[in-house]
Structures are given as structure tokens and as C-alpha cells.
């Protein structure tokens, strides 16, 4: 029966330090969480729910922020492409509405950079777009995905 007389003494006297918890805070709303876990990061369920769901919010945006950029690309390159031209000033481009860091893909050849937006490929230097041109027999495995 001498476990329970352990029991009955304070902390100080079994010889651990009473630490006191830092005050953390809700990551959405701030306020004060008063109990739980010390690695607790929010107060309540509902201010979680909301800070993941602010956080999917700002991700999504920025998809389609970049799928339109890419639309808008892809169309312009398209556009040229159709027209029997294959190369375009970049500032002209630019005024229409392309925007040269955005591309599906990029591969570094040894005189040049080629780039492609979905099936559009071209050669980008710091002032023109030439070699615009349309791959041919794209096809997507999609089934084995």
C-alpha cells in the first residue's frame, strides 16, 4: 500500500516541476485556448473547419487563376498557328494577353529553350515566339491512370 501514499503527496514533493503551459493561440480566430493538448492549434472544431477550409479556398483560386492563364496562351498560340504564321513578337503577344512564364511543359535543348502549352510547342527568346507549332497524335493514357 505504499503506492498510494505517492499518490497523496504533491508534485514538489515527488520531485517534478510544475511547469506552466504557454497560452497558444487559435490560428483562425485568435482567441486564447484554454485547455487540451499543448500542441492544440485551434479552439474549437468550427474554427478549424474554417481555417482549412479558407486554405483549400486560396488553392483553388490559384488553379484557376493558372488554368486561365494557360486558356489564354494556348488560344493566342492557336490563333497564330491557324493564321499560317509561326512566330510573333513577344512584346505583341504580351499586349494580347500572353503570359510567357506560363507553359504545361519545358525542355532544354542545347541551342535553345522549347516550351508547350498543352499541344502547342514554341521557342521563346527574351524579344519572339518562333517554331509555333501543333503536335500531332497527342494521346493520353488516361485508362491505366
Not at 79 to 108: H, K, N, Y
Amino acid at each position: 500500500m505504499s503506492g498510494i501514499a505517492i499518490f497523496g503527496k504533491n508534485i514538489e514533493q515527488m520531485g517534478y516541476e510544475k511547469k506552466s503551459r504557454e497560452v497558444s493561440r487559435c490560428l483562425h480566430c485568435g482567441n486564447k485556448i484554454k485547455y487540451g493538448r499543448s500542441d492544440k492549434k485551434f479552439c474549437c472544431s468550427d474554427c478549424k473547419d474554417m481555417h482549412y477550409n479558407d486554405q483549400s479556398r486560396h488553392s483553388r483560386v490559384f488553379r484557376r487563376r493558372i488554368l486561365s492563364q494557360l486558356s489564354v496562351n494556348y488560344n493566342l498560340l492557336t490563333e497564330i498557328w491557324r493564321s499560317g504564321r509561326d512566330s510573333v513578337d513577344l512584346s505583341e503577344a504580351q499586349m494580347a494577353g500572353f503570359t510567357p512564364g506560363v507553359f504545361t511543359s519545358f525542355c532544354r535543348h542545347s541551342a535553345h529553350n522549347e516550351y508547350r502549352c498543352f499541344d502547342m510547342k514554341y521557342i521563346m527568346t527574351a524579344t519572339r515566339i518562333y517554331s509555333i507549332s501543333k503536335i500531332q497524335n497527342v494521346s493520353l493514357n488516361l485508362h491505366k491512370l
